[in-house]
């Protein structure tokens, strides 16, 4: 892993993929221990675009029938959180009387989640938990609980595994952490 240059910024090494695969072994044995004996068939939501590496990461890992649904949200602009929450593409199927397993790529200050999981309960989802392959526990300041959390990051900007700086760099299959 080399340091590499998006747009008109440095980034450096910072999770290499094999520790980002045992991160998502480790959140599949857990979402595997409480949904494998339920019966039910509930949603896995991919939080588009960022989390679609996590989640088809995540769904290889999980040893039940699970149904994949989408949308889109967004509440970044750059490198930063503009703190408002835009449903970008509406969700793909109906969560009505199901129980939904949120991916999200990571999780900082919490609004878009927190509004995420206000939206499905409105929309008739019967429980949602909340799943995320990184969380910012410096900056995560809601009540709400996450459910299944990958790892805990320091609060920097990062690309990499899904996560990108201006629509550049989802493709890399490593996390690289802004070059100060």
Do not use: W
């Amino acid at each position: 892993m080399d340091r590499i240059k998006i747009h008109d910024k440095f980034f450096k090494p910072f999770i290499p993929n094999a520790q980002i695969e045992s991160v998502i072994d480790g959140v599949a044995e857990k979402i595997n221990a409480d949904f494998a004996a339920s019966g039910e068939i509930p949603v896995l939501l991919c939080v588009l675009t960022g989390s679609i590496m996590f989640t088809a990461g995540l769904m290889k890992r999980l040893n039940f029938p699970l149904e994949v649904m989408s949308l889109k949200l967004s509440s970044y602009t750059g490198t930063q959180s503009s703190g408002q929450v835009l449903e970008v593409m509406g969700l793909t199927g109906s969560v009505e009387g199901r129980r939904v397993i949120v991916c999200e790529d990571i999780v900082d200050t919490g609004a878009t989640i927190v509004a995420l999981k206000d939206m499905l309960l409105g929309k008739g989802a019967k429980e949602v938990k909340i799943c995320t392959m990184l969380l910012k526990p410096e900056v995560y300041s809601k009540p709400l609980k996450l459910d299944y959390v990958g790892m805990e990051i320091p609060n920097d900007f990062i690309v990499g595994y899904g996560l990108d700086y201006d629509d550049l760099g989802r493709n890399l299959k490593d996390i690289y952490v802004l070059d100060t």
